[in-house]
């Protein structure tokens, strides 16, 4: 297994692609999580829809309702162009499609952690003196955590494996916007290029190997602390 | 019934020759598979149903043909195309020197996309290749880039002849110059299996004909 | 407190109406299981919303459905202890009792942990987390961290049925006197006319959802002193003992009260059942019980069959039961005296 | 039941090791709060692991860890009621009671859902949802869960602490019936010695995690009589009652008991507790106790400072309990014949 | 918007996969959830990784090994080739590449629902006579039912949206394989396509409305039925 310059620069992208998107997607996916668990209002279902989006179109089409959106014609392409942000073509857009895609994920799963909180500690909570948003950061937050974990485990491995909205918004630039699924579809687009693709599959199979344990440790460890 | 497995690029001329094929021939039925290349490769490989088997590539074919699932004595060419660069661009574009003017450009990916190869040879032979980097858009196929192209995210794309007719924004820029790459060709053959299978020989046989030429031109391709 | 209530709710098959208002720095509200009364401090404490009604405690108005006025449970600053401990499982047992303490203004910090901690005997588990702690523990725990929140209100829903009886009355005269000291007012639920007796001064009786009865925990004690199984618990607060063969000799009025248990230095609160005394019309000679008490007997209240019979002696009173028909026989009118006989070990010291 | 216990248990800073064997077909285990009653009971009944040493139940090794036998808990069907009721949240009021009976093969069952509902009067609750419960209503339902499984050792750790006292004393009998008349013995957490009494035969009693002594409920009482609040309880059995006047005149031996509650048909069981008796050298005259016995003095026994009396008349026995100083002020020596007064007031019904 | 028959042959195909790959993944996803939760062993993370790889890897590879363990040489093709069945290039085959792509994210939902259960039920249930088998049947499957809702719900979108594995091992045959995605794959080839292209999308946005509204009531009626 030799990899190239570029199959490296590929698996650094994506590394800080998968990093930056489930980092990005946290707070939001916490705070959608925790107006749908615990916020009844008008329009959630709507919103529901709103975010299984994703999941439902194929990849394909996400990457090109994106790139309507953030294109030059796009209307918050051209507001961020005018701010002097470009996004399509660049890793950033990487980022978006990640994020977009691997949003339902994460809020699923913290969604059903947060289903799981005793009311009663929360209602204990209020009545010891804390707001809402202090009760949100202080009981809710530290007891979605296992929630935020699950998530935030599967939608890096999403992200790692995240190809069709990608390659459309990103383009398929090495060394810019490549990563590693975007290799593996070069090289697998040639007979002789199956191994080098074979490689660079071991290599995302590592990568979330080591996601996944360490979630897991994480995992244990929250649990572990609760006990002690 | 015919098992058909063709690029997606043929996808509306091959739709249209098997219904003119069905016309006078009835009682034949198609199972036809549009996808790329390679993945039709590997689906024949795997033992996936397929009597006739049209590339958009000649490196696929050969692949094949070392694996011995096609029949050798069946592989020919079934068309041709031509590389052009379209764009909806305001600029004046007319031949390769003035790309450099140009912003961003749409190009399939050489390492996966034929075209994207073709038209990176075409860059290089004439020696815009320095200039050029970091202004191409790497894209998955060729109607990704044409894609861009249309919807301005780039200034012009290298594409198919027959992927720019079907283009509303995009115009035909220039045709690139024949000499800086080489022929592009759409190898047809007839699997293994396929050699076994009267209805798939006599339409294989009939794909040489006029008529189904005459399709393959109404839709941008060159024929021999 | 003050607490004007007016309130109704509705429950699947379980309806609550209640319209009162209850005084005093120690209500209790008393009631069989099931009649309402966790519905009711839910109510009172925001955390679930009446149907209809007005809460006005000390004069704010905390809830109006009519004015559309539904203060938030953190701002109306009652805390609660649950009638299962419900500790914060993320937290140690540390943060757990400084949570509500910490959102405190400093200024209404009146209680601070120290004195929680070490009259709830939590020392020694101070640095562990909550899942370590036996049921007792736990509820411990959660008392202390209501009360360090320096609440304006504490409610406390049968916080004691988890604790053995040492605990039980270890922890009640400090609760009591918590709220006596920094004046928290306290509402109580309890099933024990015991801890009642000793935690409030006021009771609310609620029977299937509505006001049965709004009284103090002495009469409803005389009430059901035929019920109780410890008839009516006479409460003492006795001091200055001389301790002589065993025994701790308490003044009481210009008479003398000799009990088994006591406490040298300092004020310590006994209960005495009612039917631990005996009354006497004639002063008996050799006798077990320790206690031979000349009395007035200023009153008589009659209790589903049995009498009252309240004694004074020099300005202290005593309730006796007796039945009727000794009632009778002895003579027992009000204006007479009689002889009442305690066993020095019937008085039992609380704290 | 037989149960042989010599097992180990680390778990954190606490640890338990008891070796001991249980027999009696009540059992009771006693200790303070965190003493590891409830770390014991996990152990026997299969849910917690061991560390080391060995179980057997009648001779049926449960647990055994050279022999590496380690019975499922399904098959030692030991049936446990928590402190806290566990109540299956997707399921109904019946379908809880039920699901150890389902469980349970046919010939194994001896106990009905019918008469289970009807003595833990959940009659009305059996069409509920379990959330819709009250806490005492929940632990009723858990216990009659318990019962139905007609397990082989019914284990309750302090399954009465949610309850009122009138509802304990309605349960406890039942309780004690069931486990009579079908033959189920029981493994009983209490802090409550009177539960203790009523329950069990045997007492085992944990400190600190591990066998401070192995007792009969009887001997703890009459051991902690200075300690506990209500001192010694005697109970008596007591039956064909004449009602005079509204009171239950119950023949007692050769003599008469006079109590203020009782019930005409059938026996009743009564608690009288060894501070409500006064003994007197001569017999008194006008006294408002109804009850004036002539006894026997037939044994002393001494309890932290207090002495205990156990009075004899015609075969029967009272335990009644006095400071040291009565009893040498009295003469009151094994042989001697005294007077026990007690008030008719001073019997508690409980069944 | 009108829909061709190949369209709505399609659809119902669509419909068809995404419902036969929910239903059995079902039971595996429960049982591996089980697994993980309740039952330490050895090996665990290999399990944990080895049903995540779809998650990570792009949905090509995904594809592409399908199709070798499927195809001709692949020994689980030889094996149900031996036995008259033929997966490749049947509807069958997307089935399996939509449970193949949908597990993880069915498995972890059912997880994290399975973590909130209380252990002292289970430990109610086993005193009460019931072998480990009946109390995971009548107490940790109905109280796994929330997580098992949204699992499927999330897999059932999943496999709506899935194409890159699916073409290769179903191939993009009309009528017989095309699903939603690869009908929007062909007439996003074309520009003129662009407007039926965008109904499927609508269509595939619709049914997933329709699929996790159901869902919705569905966890509400859940969680209703257990405070009744
Ligand atoms: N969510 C609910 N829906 C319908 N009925 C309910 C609900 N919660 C409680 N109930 C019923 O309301 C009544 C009052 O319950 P509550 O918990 O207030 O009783 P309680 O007086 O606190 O009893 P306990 O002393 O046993 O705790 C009970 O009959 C109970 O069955
Ligand atoms: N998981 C645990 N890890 C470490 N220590 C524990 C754990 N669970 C309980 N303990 C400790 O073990 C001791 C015994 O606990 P246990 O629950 O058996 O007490 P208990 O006798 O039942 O008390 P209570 O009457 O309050 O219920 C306690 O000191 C408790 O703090
Ligand atoms: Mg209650
Ligand atoms: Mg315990």
């Known amino acids: ?228 | ?224 | 407190m003050k607490l004007q209530l007016d309130i109704e709710k509705r429950q699947g098959d379980f309806s609550l109406k209640v319209k009162t208002e209850l005084s005093g720095e120690r209500v209790g509200i008393f009631g069989a299981s099931g009649s309402g009364k966790s519905t009711l401090i839910h109510l009172i404490s925001g955390l679930t919303r009446p149907d209809a009604g007005r809460i006005e405690l000390d004069g704010d108005c905390l809830f109006d459905s009519t004015k559309g006025i539904d203060l938030s449970p953190e701002k109306r600053r009652i805390a609660l202890v649950f009638q299962q401990a419900t500790l914060f499982p993320h937290l140690g047992v540390k943060a757990n009792l400084l949570y509500g303490y910490k959102r405190c203004k400093p200024a209404g910090r009146r209680i601070g942990p120290e004195a929680v901690i070490k009259a709830l005997d939590l020392e020694h588990l101070v640095g562990r987390g909550v899942g370590k702690l036996s049921g007792g523990e736990k509820q411990r725990v959660a008392l202390g961290r209501a009360v360090l929140a320096n609440p304006r209100l504490l409610v406390m829903d049968e916080p004691l049925s988890a604790l053995d009886d040492s605990l039980r009355y270890q922890i009640i005269p400090y609760l009591r006197s918590v709220s006596e000291e920094f004046g928290i007012p306290c509402l109580f639920i309890s099933h024990s006319l015991t801890e009642m007796r000793l935690m409030t001064e006021q009771v609310m009786v609620i029977k299937k959802g509505s006001l049965d009865e709004l009284t103090t925990p002495n009469k409803l004690a005389r009430a059901s002193m035929a019920l109780s199984p410890h008839g009516y618990l006479n409460l003492l607060r006795l001091s200055n003992p001389s301790v002589r063969e065993g025994l701790h000799h308490y003044p009481w009025g210009n008479q003398e009260l000799i009990l088994s248990e006591g406490r040298k230095e300092g004020a310590s609160l006994f209960e005495l059942s009612s039917r631990d005394i005996i009354l006497f019309k004639n002063h008996p000679e050799a006798i077990s019980a320790r206690n031979l008490l000349e009395c007035n007997v200023m009153e008589l209240f009659d209790a589903d069959g049995r009498k009252g019979v309240v004694l004074e002696s020099d300005g202290k009173t005593l309730v006796a039961e007796i039945v009727r028909a000794a009632a009778e026989e002895l003579g027992v009118t009000p204006g007479a005296t009689v002889f009442a006989a305690i066993k020095a070990s019937a008085f039992r010291r609380l704290g």
């Open chain 1, 1 to 228: 297994m030799n990899l190239t310059p570029e199959d490296l620069a590929a698996i650094a992208l994506s590394m800080k692609i998968a990093v930056t998107a489930t980092a990005i997607s946290l707070p939001f996916g916490f705070a959608t999580a925790w107006l749908m668990v615990f916020r009844p209002f008008r329009g959630k279902m709507l919103l529901e829809v709103f975010i299984n989006l994703p999941l439902t179109l194929p990849p394909v089409v996400i990457g090109y309702f994106l790139l309507l959106l953030l294109g030059r014609n796009g209307w918050l392409g051209q507001a961020l162009s005018s701010l002097g942000i470009e996004l399509v073509f660049t890793w950033k857009a990487a980022v978006l499609a990640s994020a977009t895609v691997g949003f339902p994920l994460l809020v699923r799963s913290i969604r059903l952690g947060m289903e799981s909180i005793d009311r009663q500690l929360l209602e204990a909570s209020r009545s010891l003196g804390a707001p809402w948003f202090d009760t949100l950061v202080t009981v809710i937050l530290p007891l979605s955590l296992r929630g935020m974990v699950a998530g935030s485990s599967l939608m890096f491995a999403r992200s790692l494996g995240e190809f069709g909205a990608t390659i459309i918004v990103a383009g398929n630039i090495p060394g810019l916007t490549q990563t590693i699924p975007l290799a593996i579809y070069d090289y697998a687009s040639s007979p002789a290029g199956t191994s080098m693709a074979l490689s660079l599959c071991l290599v995302s199979v590592a990568l979330s190997v080591t996601v996944l344990s360490v979630h897991e440790v994480l995992g244990k460890k929250l649990e572990h602390g609760r006990r002690t």
């Open chain 2, 1 to 224: 019934q015919i098992n058909l497995s063709a690029a997606a690029s043929l996808k509306d001329a091959l739709n249209e020759i098997t219904a003119a094929y069905q016309a006078t021939h009835p009682g034949t039925t198609f199972r036809k598979n549009y996808a790329a290349s390679s993945a039709l490769a590997g689906q024949i490989e795997q033992g996936a149903p397929a009597d006739v088997y049209i590339s958009a590539n000649v490196k696929w074919m050969k692949y094949l043909e070392e694996k011995k699932l096609v029949e050798l004595s069946s592989v020919r060419t079934f068309a041709f195309n031509e590389l052009v660069f379209a764009g909806a661009t305001a600029q004046k574009v007319t031949g390769m020197n003035d790309l450099q003017k140009l912003g961003r450009i749409g190009i399939g990916s050489p390492k996966s996309v034929p075209a994207g190869d073709y038209a990176m040879q075409a860059i290089v032979k004439s020696g815009l290749e320095p200039k050029l980097t970091g202004k191409l858009v790497m894209a998955k196929d060729v109607r990704e880039s044409l894609m861009y192209a249309e919807l301005g995210e780039v200034d012009g794309s290298f594409v198919y002849r027959t992927d720019a007719r079907l283009a509303r924004k995009a115009k035909i820029l220039f045709v690139v110059p024949g000499k800086l790459y080489p022929q592009i060709v759409y190898p047809a053959a007839l699997t293994v299996s396929g050699a076994r299978n009267a209805d798939a020989k006599s339409f294989y046989d009939w794909l040489k004909g006029r008529e189904s030429k005459t399709i393959l031109k109404k839709y941008g391709f060159s024929v021999k």
